[in-house]
């Protein structure tokens, strides 16, 4: 529960010493049929009702500190209202007298409904996201980090999402009481542990010991009274099979999750994530789900992820290298990169003759339209300027002429070998006919020679 910031004291009263009783104060132009005490109007926190919780899953030592807040209002009573509603307008709202959005009223010292129904206290749509573990896992589900991301290319961090004042996990038998922070603490050393295992299996390391008591002993295999078995070791006992007896510790698919809440909506664009190598403790599928109106909602999963690296996970699809449409004009030009475009990349395409500039967005694995537009050829390659007409054109560079020389030398030393040969075969061919008609035998070809 947060508390706000209490409102100075009117200029007719001293502001009294804490703990001691306020006097009848008035309500800085609130007309109020009584000016209730500080002794009848201030509750104590620990006597606060219980409270829905701000999202489904939510761990319930985590629900007053970030849905409510108590405000105190010109006249010294206490009430409760919704943090989220109320950040730019419950000061003004209790200043004003609107008991509309009073959650609970402090009467005669005790909390008592207010008008406003305590669900309209629930964040509000994308200020809670989590990752949950869309595949099964063999013996637990451990994550090095986690780390969400503004932007598609994975460079903005979303703010509060690092180090975050509320961070939660549940797993099959309810909220964790423990928040994942090791998961998004950016230290690489850190692991945490999916809260997939009760009862016995949950007092039991994967190597069997009991934890905290006992440890486990690659020499000897056993469980050592007075050791702790490291993490490093409970991989080994994951991946071989190795340890004590104990009972299944996987995490079911769907039933396992890890998230924040923030202070304010965020919209997540890319996640970094990292999970332990050892395939019996990593999932091979993920989904990213943000609070909504409705409750939670699935924006993305991914499959086939790989154990023990790091992988950048894109919430939206990726674009193609951009190729100019059909029915652009054959001199346009693009610029502003090449390859694969992520979700917001732009590419621009001009006319260098006209001047045209238009921008294409990639959007979610496609890029946006590109429209109409007329681009004469570049001055190169247009016809000369007549005679007594002035030329607006820039001269051609030295590279361009000797290309424009070379073009030309090409073409004429083509045609000159092109006539020779036909002059050539011309002749062949005169020469055969006037032997025939003098008495040669024509041969089998086709007299052309």
Known sequence: LRQAPRPPPPPAAAAP????????????????????????????????????????????????RSCYEVV????????????????????????????????????EGHWQRGPLDPQACRAPPQAAWRLVARAATAQGWWIHDAELYSDARCHEPVPGARHPEEAFAFGPHGADREPPNAAFDSDPSTIWHAPCAAGGSARLDLCGCQRGVEGWSHEHQVCIPGQRTDEATEEVCANLGMGAERPPSGCPAGRIALG????????????????????????????????????????????DLAHGEWETLRVRGSCPPYKLPLHAPRWAE??????????GDMREVSCPSTGFRAEVVCRDGAWSELPDFGCMAPPMFLRPTPPGVASHEAPLSPAAKVAALSVALFMAVACVVGGMHGLSFALKKQAWRHLVRHGAKPSGGSGGG
Not at 74 to 99: F, I, K, Q, T, Y
Not at 265 to 293: H, I, M
Not at 334 to 343: D, N
């Open 260 to 303: 924040v809440h923030l202070k304010k909506p965020q919209d997540v664009a890319c996640l970094r994530f990292r999970q332990s190598a050892s395939p019996a403790l990593a999932t091979n599928a993920l989904s990213l789900e943000a609070w909504g109106a409705t409750g939670w909602q699935e924006v993305q999963r991914w499959r």
């Open 72 to 107: 105190q209002l010109p006249n010294g009573m206490d009430v409760l209202m919704c943090a989220h509603r109320n950040s730019s307008s419950s000061s003004s709202s209790a200043r004003e007298g609107d008991a509309s959005q009073n959650v609970f009223e402090c009467r």
């Open 17 to 64: 010493a804490p703990g001691a009783s306020a006097a009848p104060s008035g309500s800085g132009g609130q007309k109020t049929s009584s000016q209730p005490s500080s002794s009848t109007s201030t509750c104590s926190l620990a006597k606060l009702p219980a409270l829905p919780p701000c999202y489904e899953t939510q761990p319930v030592n985590a629900i007053r």
């Open 334 to 343: 693009v610029t502003g990169g090449v390859g694969i475009g992520v979700h």
